[in-house]
């Protein structure tokens, strides 16, 4: 969380959405449609942002669009 936070002072700009990699240490479960259990951590950081976090599934790599080409 430390590391978003300052990314985000850095950059001056807060994203609409990240799309997250491997979410394992962020969600506690995801599910099927890519919705998410979050653990309370991460919950905490979202309450003060205003992210729309998404997960990509493990394996998958086109959930993430053109990131990978």
Partial sequence: ???????FAVFGA??????YN??????ARILLDGACK???LFSGFLS?????DRYGRLGKGSD??????
């Avoid at 491997?22 to 969600?27: E, F, I, Q, S, Y």
């Avoid at 003060?48 to 729309?52: A, L, N, S, V, W």
């Fill in 1 to 7: 969380m430390d590391g978003h936070s300052h990314a």
């Fill in 64 to 69: 993430k669009g053109k990131i990978e080409g």
């Fill in 48 to 52: 003060r942002y205003p992210i729309r």
């Fill in 22 to 27: 491997n979410g394992r240490c962020l969600a």
């Fill in 14 to 19: 807060v994203p609409q959405s990240i799309v």
């Fill in 38 to 40: 979050r653990v309370s």
